[in-house]
């Protein structure tokens, strides 16, 4: 074992062997669960219990006080099952040992990790990208379109675009057709109604939606349309996104071709259409304050799902009281 567990309980010891042994637990997990032996082992020196007559109560002490230093719920939770194993085998080895009218090692009675939980993990907020750094994105996108005037890159200004204006998913934007069909055996999964500034599609559990697409965005889209309607594979698909190949845009091609056109536009973020989404929902909320109208844009279910974007417009307002707020600092130097 690649874990110098010298110092630790001999039943530590001969625990962390046996998962060794039979096990064969890695050298990395091994070196895990002796860390978390070993605070197990200094808690109850400190509070001066035996390491075998450790209860509920102390090992509830303890998981706080792993929390107060700063440790994270996955932290605390591979303390608390690597702690639990360790009791486990104990009452394990009790009672083969009694079986045979050997000593018992410990005589414990239960468990005294059992019924301890470590706190909720956080759930995580979504990326999202500032006002600036969204529009720094969006510009450098039709920029390229402006100075290139090629296929791709008037394609990718348009998705850009329209990805920021609507907040859809890849999925539902890469399947809009340039107009609706009506054919059974081709029923378009979206599509974009060029009149009404308005986009149709398709979103989880088989919902309809239509959101509206602003100016900049349709501006993009008809340069896009414009491209696309004078090439020459256009007849073989309906799909609005297209490859140099004539074939409905990959997932794949989206994200490789949005990563790049951050790094050119010089974000210090990764960027993937998901957070163009997120972004979306975060500006249009800081803006409105409307969460009701988010959640039918973005096509949510649940009001929960949304509620999220508070917490990242509470997190844009407390920036804005930092930077703004003459007293904001005071007491944090």
């Known amino acids: 074992m690649t874990f110098q567990a010298a110092d630790l309980h001999p039943l530590v010891q001969e625990y962390l062997h046996e998962l060794h042994v039979l096990r064969q637990l890695s050298p990395h997990t091994l070196k895990a669960y002796g860390m978390d ?5 200094n808690f109850a020196l400190e509070d001066s219990i035996e390491l075998l ?29 690597a702690w639990r194993g360790w009791y486990n085998w104990l009452t394990e080895k009790d009672a083969r040992r009694d079986a045979h009218a050997g000593k018992v090692a410990s005589n414990l009675v ?67 057709d340039v107009m609706q069909s009506k054919d059974r055996q ?70 490789a071709r949005l990563r790049n056109l951050a790094m050119r536009a ?22 409105s304050q409307d969460l009701r109208a988010v959640q039918e844009m973005l096509g949510h279910a649940s009001i929960a799902s949304t509620q999220i974007y508070t917490s990242l417009d509470f997190q844009h307002l407390a920036q804005a009281y930092d930077k703004a707020h003459p007293r904001a600092k005071a007491g944090k130097d």
């Open 110 to 176: 239960a468990n005294p990790v059992d019924d301890v939980k470590a706190p909720k993990r956080l759930k995580s907020l979504p990326k999202a990208l500032s006002v600036e750094q969204a529009l720094a994105l969006v510009n450098q996108a039709v920029r390229e379109a402006q100075e290139k005037k090629d296929l791709e890159s008037t394609r990718d200004a348009a998705i850009i675009d329209l990805l920021y204006s609507s907040g859809l998913r890849l999925s539902e934007l890469l399947g809009i």
């Open 186 to 255: 081709h029923e378009s999964a979206g599509w974009l109604d060029w009149d009404a500034a308005e986009v149709t599609v398709l979103g989880k559990g088989g919902k309809r939606r239509s959101v509206p697409v602003g100016g900049p965005a349709m501006h993009s889209l008809n340069a896009w349309r414009q491209i696309r309607n004078v090439s020459s594979f256009t007849e073989q698909s309906n799909a609005l996104f297209l490859s140099a190949t004539g074939k409905r845009l990959s997932p794949r091609t989206v994200q």
């Open 37 to 41: 032996l070993s605070d197990l082992q």
């Open 53 to 81: 007559k450790v209860s509920n109560g102390h090992v509830r002490r303890w998981a706080g006080r792993l929390h107060s230093k700063g440790k994270s719920s996955r932290s605390i939770a591979r303390a608390l099952s």
């Open 266 to 287: 010089g974000l210090p973020t990764h960027v993937h259409p998901h957070m163009m989404r997120h972004t979306f929902a975060s500006h249009v909320l800081q803006s």
